[in-house]
């Protein structure tokens, strides 16, 4: 069987422009929204990545008439129908979760395969389900490989997170949208993304306050009709390329940011020596060629997200003693460690903590486990010696647009080959 690997030869200086995408985990979530409109949604700004083409595919699956050209999204779910969603392309996605909330809001009942995606260690929905089950809804998973969600009516109610969840506070608000009355969200997600979609259900007339704070409230409307909305920047994919320019940028400009959503990276960057540039929507990342030792633990936002602690961690084999990385949302998100070991990383992990030491990383055949720990190894191989040929790329072109073609632009020896495996 063929594959698709990326091959990197290091210790290229980068230098030139990157543009960043619309947000993923926006994306992700805003599209299964659209179905819950009763006329056309226009969707601009997207990023293009496999996910984003997986969900429009699970909606076309509903009878959903939509147009992808570009980065613009068109759905008209005028002719929508409430089918059993493929369990194929749901088992390939976490994401597809939200398919549940969108229709449960829109239908009141909905059966869908159990969510897949990145294996990052437990990532149970029991909060998503706790807060269905809040609203009215029966849940009946007891086939094991489907969830069938069903409710006569869908109401208002008071739902206490037990954990900050982004997946679960957007899932709650999207199903409690169109719910009667009012529902009240206490230790919600305060990210950009759950703002954006917060937005986005607003301008098609739902009515919710509170997105951006631990307490959202939504009060219930009984439709929503179409709108045309676009997506915020992409604050991971940023703040890949601010380690990707500091690992070995000259002067690289970043455009389409909001500096205030990567501001916990570029605190730690700048702890560690790099040099940083802000403007109102761009930075100016440049390597430097001597690093501090730096501490990171990874927090729910505002902190430091866990999504980047695998991208910075090559940095940190360029500093002048041991860092220690602490992811504290997914503790057992370490399994580029050992495809960092196998590049001459002096790096362990232990209890959700990486200790990482000063060293020389040397070209290895090494294994992308997921989206970010792709991420990673792309900054490890552009600063190693020699080849880096990294496997599993599906997983990088999940969540990152063109970065083949982009690092090329920006000097980097990278190429993609097809493997026998």
Same mark, same amino acid.
């Given at each position: 069987m063929m594959q698709e690997v990326i091959k990197i030869k290091g210790g290229r200086?980068? =230098?030139?422009? $990157?543009?960043?995408?619309?947000a993923k985990n926006s994306s992700v979530a805003i599209i299964p929204a659209s179905l819950m409109a009763t006329d056309t949604v226009k969707l601009e700004g997207l990023p293009k990545i496999s996910d984003v083409e997986t969900l429009v595919s699970l909606l076309e699956d509903l009878n959903i008439s939509t147009q992808?050209? &570009?980065?613009h999204l068109t759905v008209d779910p005028s002719q929508i129908k409430n089918a059993v969603l493929p369990n194929h392309k749901v088992?390939?996605?976490? @994401?597809? #979760? #939200?398919? %549940? +909330?969108?229709?449960l809001g829109r239908f009141k009942?909905? $059966?869908i395969g159990l969510p897949g995606g990145c294996p990052l260690g437990p990532r149970p929905i029991d909060q998503h389900i706790k807060g269905? =089950? @809040?609203?009215? @809804?029966? $849940?009946?998973?007891s086939d094991g490989r489907t969830m069938k969600l069903e409710a006569k009516q869908l109401k208002g109610a008071n739902i206490y997170l037990d954990i900050v969840s982004v997946g679960a506070t957007i899932n709650i608000m999207l199903a409690a949208s169109l719910a009667k009355g009012q529902t009240v969200i206490e230790n919600a997600a305060k990210e950009p993304e759950v703002v954006d979609v917060a937005n986005f259900l607003n301008s098609m007339g739902a009515k919710i306050t509170g997105a951006g704070t631990s307490t959202i409230k939504i009060n219930g409307v009984e439709s929503?009709? +179409?709108t045309t909305h676009t997506i915020i920047p992409d604050r991971i994919e940023a703040g890949t390329y601010m380690c990707i320019a500091a690992a070995s940028g000259e002067r690289i400009k970043i455009h389409n940011i909001i500096p205030k959503h990567v501001e916990p990276l570029t605190v730690k960057l700048k702890e560690l020596g790099v040099d940083i540039e802000l +403007?109102? &929507?761009f930075m100016i990342v440049s390597a430097r060629d001597n690093y501090h030792s730096v501490d990171i633990k990874t927090l729910v936002y505002p902190g430091f997200a866990t999504d980047l602690q695998q991208p910075v961690t090559p940095l940190l084999f360029l500093a002048d003693g041991p860092s220690f990385v602490t992811d504290t949302i997914y503790p057992e998100r370490f399994r580029h460690v050992k495809?960092?070991?196998? %590049?001459?990383? @002096?790096?362990?992990? &232990?209890?959700g903590t990486a200790t990482i030491k000063p060293s020389k990383l040397q070209g290895a055949d090494v294994y992308a486990s997921d989206l970010r720990a792709g991420a990673c190894l792309i900054v490890a191989g552009l600063i190693a010696k020699d080849v880096t040929t990294i496997f599993n790329v599906r997983h990088i072109y999940r969540g990152y647009t063109d970065i083949v073609q982009t690092l090329k632009r920006l000097g980097a020896d990278i190429w993609t080959e097809k493997v026998e495996v």
């Open positions: 200086t980068l =230098k030139g422009e $990157v543009e960043i995408s619309g992808l050209e &570009d980065t088992e390939s996605l976490r @994401a597809s #979760y #939200y398919m %549940m +909330g969108a229709l009942k909905c $059966v269905f =089950k @809040a609203l009215g @809804a029966e $849940v009946d998973e929503l009709h +179409g +403007g109102d &929507d495809e960092l070991q196998n %590049m001459n990383g @002096a790096i362990d992990s &232990d209890r």
